[in-house]
């Protein structure tokens, strides 16, 4: 469903060769600015890179409506996923 969205908001809004270039990277792009406007909308009217950074800092399991799993920045290092070890 939310690939569906992406695809549909893309033939409206995109030329064919724009849509034709959109990848993975096109995905990432628009779930960090998703991400970003969140922080911005919970700061309100008192909106700064201080504010911002700190919504930031508090999300948790933030819903991207199925595009990815859930954006958790709320940790030490502030990573949205974890740190995979691999064997």
Do not use: W
């Not at 033939?11 to 922080?39: C, F, M, N, P, W």
């Amino acid at each position: 469903p939310a690939g569906q969205r992406v695809t549909q908001s893309a033939q409206k809004h995109l030329s064919r060769d724009e849509q034709s270039s959109l990848s993975r990277y096109s995905i990432s792009g628009y779930i960090g600015v998703y991400t970003i406007a969140e922080a911005i909308k919970r700061c309100a009217a008192r909106i700064s890179r201080a504010c911002v950074t700190h919504q930031l800092a508090k999300l948790k399991d933030f819903d991207t409506n199925g595009l990815s799993g859930p954006i958790s920045l709320n940790n030490a290092e502030g990573h949205a996923v974890p740190a995979l070890k691999m064997f």
